[in-house]
């Protein structure tokens, strides 16, 4: 995997702008690229973080300069926050509560906002989602609960819940086997899933064992299913903004 260059942590010449955009309480962070975009990436923090977890200076100028450079393809990122306004308990069990109902959030207030700000509705092929940690786990529930939304699921040192609390490495059979019934129930099969965490990762040891009980199913996550592992890469915001420098630009052409 490669390492960012440390020049695209400082501000690039071109760059895009970020846009707040407010729905009751609460609000979602834009970026928007100079000239615009054929694609979407809904991008998830972790637990205990919000819309600004991701949109730092440093990740901003990363995807100017990745864009700029031509690395990858100028993309919109849409950066929310699945916590309820007020909300003070950051814990996994509560966090895991509030990733379980957050895609309805996303279908009926997040995408709305976001697009009709755009002035596009995208495609759910030029749409993806990615997450770290419990934003890898609202990635796994998008891939169960928003097939029709998303087609390209990144989710990063997180693992899926739906059968409870780090249920990729308690109960990674199940687990497997619940998202290959979401797999199979898909109305087109040209979903993409691009797993990724690090060998000193927290969430390596649930991650890792839930992707090998997928593997059970190669019809459904063989090639649909690419899985990334970095030596000694730990539970991060740096570590995941790695990931993403490798990963954003391959993301739609998986
Ligand atoms: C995991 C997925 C998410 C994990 C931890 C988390 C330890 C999140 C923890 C937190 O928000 O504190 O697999 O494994």
Not at 62 to 81: F, G, K, N, R
Not at 99 to 104: D, L, M, R, Y
Not at 127 to 135: C, L
Not at 150 to 171: A, M, Q
Request: glycine share 10%.
């Amino acid at each position: 995997m490669k390492q960012i260059p440390g020049s695209y942590f400082a501000p690039c010449a071109r760059a895009g702008r970020v846009e707040s955009l407010s729905y009751g309480e609460k609000h979602v962070l834009v970026y928007l690229p100079e000239g615009g975009a054929g694609h979407i990436l809904y991008l998830i923090h972790g637990g205990g973080g919000d819309q600004r977890s991701f949109f730092r200076d440093d990740f901003l100028h990363m995807i100017d300069h990745m864009t700029a450079d031509a690395l990858m393809e100028p993309m919109y990122i849409v950066s929310p926050c699945f916590y309820d306004p007020g909300e003070t308990d950051k814990t996994p069990a509560s966090s895991g509560i509030a990733v379980k109902k957050f895609c309805a959030e996303l279908r009926d207030r997040v995408i709305p906002l976001a697009e009709d700000r755009i002035g596009t509705r995208f495609r759910r092929e030029d749409r993806a989602i990615s997450g770290f940690s419990m934003g890898g786990v609202t990635t796994w529930y998008a891939f169960l609960q928003a097939p029709d939304l998303f087609s390209r699921f990144l989710p990063l040192s997180g693992d899926c819940w739906v059968c409870g609390e780090k249920g990729g490495g308690k109960f990674p059979e199940e687990t497997a086997a619940k998202l290959a019934e979401a797999a199979e129930k898909q109305s087109a099969p040209d979903y993409r899933i691009h797993a990724i965490t690090g060998s000193r990762d927290i969430a390596f040891p649930n991650l890792d064992a839930q992707i090998r009980a997928m593997r059970a199913y190669p019809d459904l996550f063989g090639e649909q299913l690419r899985y990334d592992v970095l030596e000694g890469g730990v539970h991060d915001y740096e570590t995941i903004f790695r990931y993403l420098y490798n990963a954003l630009p391959g993301l739609f052409s998986l």
